[in-house]
Nanobody, 118 residues
Framework: QVQLVESGGGLVPAGGSLRLSCAASGSARSIGAMGWYRQAPGKQRELVASIDNSGMTNYADSVKGRFTISRDNAKNTVYLQMNTLKFEDTAVYLC????????????RGRGTQVTVSR
């Protein structure tokens, strides 16, 4: 069974930085895309960043220039470096791993809380 475990969340003042990590396990299949969503109270889930297995990345406009996504294919791990954090970045951050083109092959972690104080 596929499992994704996030780490690295916490409380940080505005302007600070955090690095999130997410390790996938439980499948011998190669992972295609990996990425991060975030869910804030009262808001829709937002796709923050994604990276495919060739290293091509995409970012939400709200985080471009501040967040950087990367991955270690040997470790089935995806990272999110978050710099110049803002209060509005406060959310639960969930990672995902997708094993095929169909979104039905996507698995998500339980999330890690990121809280940015004003």
């Amino acid at each position: 069974q596929v499992q994704l475990v996030e780490s690295g969340g916490g409380l940080v003042p505005a302007g600070g930085s955090l690095r999130l990590s997410c390790a996938a396990s439980g499948s011998a299949r190669s992972i295609g895309a990996m990425g991060w969503y975030r869910q804030a109270p009262g808001k829709q889930r937002e796709l923050v960043a994604s990276i495919d297995n060739s290293g091509m990345t995409n970012y939400a406009d709200s985080v471009k220039g501040r967040f950087t996504i990367s991955r270690d294919n040997a470790k089935n791990t995806v990272y999110l470096q978050m710099n110049t954090l803002k209060f509005e970045d406060t959310a639960v951050y969930l990672c995902y791993a997708q094993y095929g083109l169909d979104v039905k092959t996507q698995y998500r972690g339980r999330g890690t809380q990121v809280t940015v104080s004003r």
